[in-house]
């Protein structure tokens, strides 16, 4: 904020957790929680927070746009799906077949618990959470300093 020029803009891309989040839910906890530890994000931030925290710091708010709704590009997550990684990451035979390379030795020791919290989670995690709509990574919000 302090080096943004008055009149200047700042925008925001964030990954922001919707207000469909219900923090109560241990289905959402879970996607929420799991998409910052796996991506060693920090908490993703409440969309509702970070409004607030621009307004606090003195930025106006100008807009808000959904990437992905304006462009008709589908879902922000749907490049997993198109591609069928959800599907692969998702099913239980990969993991099966990589625990399997792993007991003899054709992958290293310790291989699996890498690629489950490091590929599947990330990316199945953020379907999922996507699916129900409490994690939304296509807004861009536009703020402008008074």
């Not at 990589?98 to 007991?103: P, V």
Request: neutral net charge; aromatic residues 12%; proline residues 5%.
């Amino acid at each position: 904020m302090r080096v943004l020029k008055p009149g200047g803009t700042f925008l925001s891309y964030e990954v922001l957790v919707t207000d469909k989040y219900d923090k109560s839910n241990p289905t959402h906890h879970f996607y929420v929680d799991n998409i910052s530890v796996c991506t060693c994000m920090p908490p993703l931030w409440h969309a509702k927070d970070f409004r607030a925290a621009a307004k606090k710091a003195g930025l106006v708010p100008v807009g808000e746009e959904d990437l992905c709704a304006s462009t008709g590009a589908g879902q922000w997550y749907s490049c997993f799906e198109r591609t069928g990684i959800h599907s692969i990451l998702s099913s239980g035979l990969l993991t099966w077949a990589i625990k399997t390379a792993e007991y003899i030795h054709i992958l290293p020791v310790g291989f699996t618990d890498w690629f489950t919290n490091c590929l599947i989670h990330p990316a199945t995690d953020f379907v999922n959470a996507g699916r129900l709509g409490i994690v939304d990574g296509a807004v861009m919000m536009t703020w402008k300093k008074a």
